[in-house]
Nanobody, 119 residues
Framework: QVRLVESGGGLVQAGGSLRLSCAASGRTLSNYVLGWARQAPGKEREVLAAVTWDLRGTYVADTVKGRFTISRDNAKNTVDLQMYSLKPEDTAVYYC????????????WGQGIQVTVSS
């Protein structure tokens, strides 16, 4: 079991920035890819970014590339999502997630945190 707890969400004006943080605990995290996803009302969950334990493998979705960055601190067991130039369409519930290396799908999810971008 991997436990994931998100923090840092809230309300921000369009054009602003926000940093989400996720604290991970549980199994040997070196075996897990950590990532962030979001789900807007009426839409499917979308994986935004992910990073491997050794930090050599990163992924950022085309929809947010250039505006969102992911970082991982293995000493603190955290993974952060830095979001810049936020748009109203970024409004969603954001989730931290973990998947065992080599798996296609994510195995563990946080409870989610709301991000609202006002126009």
């Amino acid at each position: 079991q991997v436990r994931l707890v998100e923090s840092g969400g809230g309300l921000v004006q369009a054009g602003g920035s926000l940093r989400l943080s996720c604290a991970a605990s549980g199994r040997t995290l070196s075996n897990y890819v950590l990532g962030w996803a979001r789900q807007a009302p009426g839409k499917e969950r979308e994986v935004l970014a992910a990073v491997t334990w050794d930090l050599r493998g990163t992924y950022v979705a085309d929809t947010v590339k250039g505006r969102f960055t992911i970082s991982r601190d293995n000493a603190k067991n955290t993974v952060d999502l830095q979001m810049y130039s936020l748009k109203p369409e970024d409004t969603a519930v954001y989730y931290c997630a973990a998947k065992f290396r080599g798996n296609r799908d994510y195995d563990f999810w946080g409870q989610g945190i709301q991000v609202t971008v006002s126009s």
